[in-house]
Antibody, heavy 117, light 110 residues
């Protein structure tokens, strides 16, 4: 079955760029039936969808984050990545990667990213 | 403030049934599939119901979903203490062109 694992730094300084990678196993990011999403959850709060990427490289982003987000694919490594620029303390959250179609799942275990100097 | 509205909390005794509601609009729930997610404390969300009323393999039939108009419902029967978790509904919003989630409902099994 498909499994996903997030990786990247757990601490990012304000105004810098948050960069995370999601490694996919048991499935392919080149699959025409799936989209690959990033979702985040601030401490004690609900879920916020960040965006997704399709195997063609086509992307769709949450309008509230669109100006700061880039999601990309690396088919050779079966990975997809998230870059969030100009971060502030409000971007502190657990970041999840997941497979999407009509629904979202499975999810990675999540990675806590704190924005602090 | 979430696009989809869920009650912040629900509670019931072991063995009882609980219903969690998810209210939306014509641009989201009414025109797209609804899914439900269970988030146990300290863990990632897990898909519980997809396409309004389908259970992934391994999800007990104690969990069921339905949709009518601009609202969706998650029913959990035969409550167990292990069901204590946060539950989220989710769908696509055709106007916002984004995936939207409810604010989450905390289930307490008394």
């Amino acid at each position: 079955q498909v499994q996903l694992q997030e990786s990247g730094p757990g601490l990012v300084k304000p105004s810098e760029t948050l960069s995370l990678t999601c490694s996919v196993s048991g499935g392919s990011v080149s699959s025409a039936s799936d989209y690959w999403s990033w979702i985040r959850q601030p401490p004690g709060k609900g879920l916020e969808w960040i965006g997704y990427i399709y195997y063609t490289g086509s992307t769709r982003y949450n309008p509230s984050l669109r100006s700061r987000v880039i999601i990309s694919l690396d088919t050779s490594k079966n990975q997809f990545s998230l870059k969030l620029t100009s971060v502030t303390a409000a971007d502190t959250a657990v970041y999840y990667c997941a497979r999407s179609s009509h629904y979202t799942g499975p999810w990675g275990q999540g990675i806590m990213v704190t924005v602090s100097s | 403030q979430s696009v989809l509205t869920q009650p912040p909390s629900v509670s019931a005794a072991p063995g009882q049934k609980v219903t969690i509601s998810c209210s939306g609009s014509s641009s989201n729930i009414a025109s797209n599939y609804v899914s439900w997610y269970q988030q146990l404390p300290g863990t990632a969300p897990k898909l519980l119901i997809y396409d309004n009323n389908h259970r992934p393999s391994g999800i007990p039939d104690r969990f069921s979903g339905s949709k009518s108009g601009t609202s969706a419902t998650l029913d959990i029967t035969g409550l167990q203490t292990g069901d204590e978790a946060d539950y989220y509904c989710g769908t696509w919003d055709s106007s916002l062109t984004t995936v939207v989630f409810g604010g989450g409902t905390k289930l307490t099994v008394l």
